[in-house]
C-alpha cells in the first residue's frame, strides 16, 4: 500500500473544533521535545486590550521614544519572555531541551504518522484549534507588520539616550507593543499560555 | 451515522503526553498553512530569565522609561520578532 501523499490531518473535522489536550495539566509537545504540562501558569498582564493598539503612550523624549511608566515597560518585557520561555518549552522555538527519543522514553503517543510533506492541524484559518482544554477558535484575523524581515536584524535603529537606551521613533514603540499584544492574545486564546 | 457534536480531542489520553512531530526536522502546521519544520534553529537569548521578574534594570529617564543597556533592547526586539516568525511561519497568526 503506497504513502498517502498529501499533508496529514489531524482531525475528523468535528464542528466545534479540535483541542489538544484536555485540560492545562495534560502534556503536549512539539518537534520531538518531550510533552510538558501548560508550561507558563502565571498569567500575564495584557499589553493591549485588543490588537492593533498599544496601551502604551509613548514618552516624548528628545532622543529617543520609550515607555511613560515603569509599569508599561515591565509588563512588555514580561509578556515577551513568558511567550519565549512557552514556545521553547513547547519545541515550537528552538533553545528548549531537545531530548533524545528513545523507544524506552517514547511513553507518550505521537499524533502524526511521519508524511515528509509535514502534519497540519486545522485545515482551514477559520477552523477551531484549543490547546490544554480551552473552547476552540478560529485564528486571530489581524495582519501584523513584521518588526524585522529576519530575526537576527533589528528594524530598530536604537536610540542614543545618555541614561535610557529606548527606540529611535514612536512608530517601532507602536510597532513592537502591537506585536507583542496581537502574539499574546494569539496564545492565550489557544490556551498554550494564561 | 450523526456526527459527534463535543470538541474532538486529538490523543487518546496518555499520561506521558502527546507529541506532534518527532523531530525538529519534521513539518507541522496550523490553520491550513504549509507544513514547516521548525521555523526558528536558532536559539535566542532569554529576554527574562524568569517569566515574573525582568532582566532589564529600566532606567529613570525624565521623559520616558526605557532600557539600562543596547544589550537589553538587542535581546527584546530579537525576541519578539522570533516570536513573530514562529508564529507567523506555523500559521498561528495572520
Not at chain 1, 479540535?18 to 507558563?40: E, M, N, Q, W
Not at chain 1, 485588543?50 to 508599561?72: I, L, R
Request: hydrophobic residues 40%; proline residues 3%; charged residues 10%.
Amino acid at each position: 500500500m503506497t504513502q498517502p501523499t498529501e499533508y496529514e490531518n489531524i482531525s475528523y473535522n468535528a464542528p466545534l473544533g479540535v483541542f489538544d489536550g484536555s485540560a492545562s495539566t495534560k502534556k503536549l509537545g512539539f518537534y520531538g521535545v518531550l510533552p510538558v504540562t501548560r508550561p507558563i501558569t502565571a498569567s500575564t498582564n495584557d499589553i493591549s486590550t485588543t490588537v492593533g493598539q498599544s496601551t502604551s503612550t509613548a514618552g516624548g523624549a528628545t532622543t529617543s521614544w520609550g515607555f511613560k511608566s515603569q509599569v508599561e515597560l515591565t509588563n512588555l518585557i514580561t509578556a515577551v519572555s513568558t511567550m519565549q520561555l512557552t514556545l521553547k518549552a513547547l519545541g515550537l522555538m528552538a533553545g528548549g531541551v531537545d531530548t533524545v527519543i528513545t523507544r524506552s522514553n517514547e511513553t507518550y503517543e505521537l499524533l502524526d504518522y511521519g508524511s515528509t510533506d509535514g502534519a497540519q492541524i486545522g485545515k482551514i484559518s477559520t477552523a477551531l484549534l484549543g490547546f490544554y482544554g480551552v473552547t476552540p477558535v478560529a485564528r486571530l484575523v489581524t495582519t501584523t507588520a513584521n518588526i524585522s524581515t529576519t530575526t537576527t536584524v533589528s528594524l530598530s535603529t536604537i536610540g542614543t539616550a545618555t541614561t535610557t537606551w529606548a527606540f529611535a521613533t514612536v512608530t517601532e514603540v507602536a510597532a513592537i507593543c502591537t506585536v507583542v499584544s496581537t502574539a499574546q492574545m494569539t496564545l492565550k486564546r489557544l490556551g498554550l499560555m494564561v | 451515522m450523526a456526527q459527534p457534536l463535543e470538541n474532538e480531542t486529538a490523543g487518546y489520553n496518555s499520561s506521558d503526553g502527546q507529541m506532534f512531530g518527532n523531530a525538529s526536522t519534521k513539518k507541522i502546521a496550523f490553520y491550513g498553512a504549509t507544513p514547516v519544520t521548525r521555523p526558528i534553529t536558532a536559539s535566542t537569548n532569554n529576554v527574562s530569565t524568569a517569566t515574573t521578574v525582568s532582566v532589564s534594570t529600566a532606567g529613570v529617564g525624565l521623559a520616558a522609561w526605557g532600557f539600562a543597556s543596547q544589550v537589553e533592547i538587542t535581546n527584546l526586539v530579537t525576541g519578539v520578532s522570533t516570536v513573530q516568525k514562529t508564529l507567523k511561519d506555523l500559521g498561528l497568526m495572520a
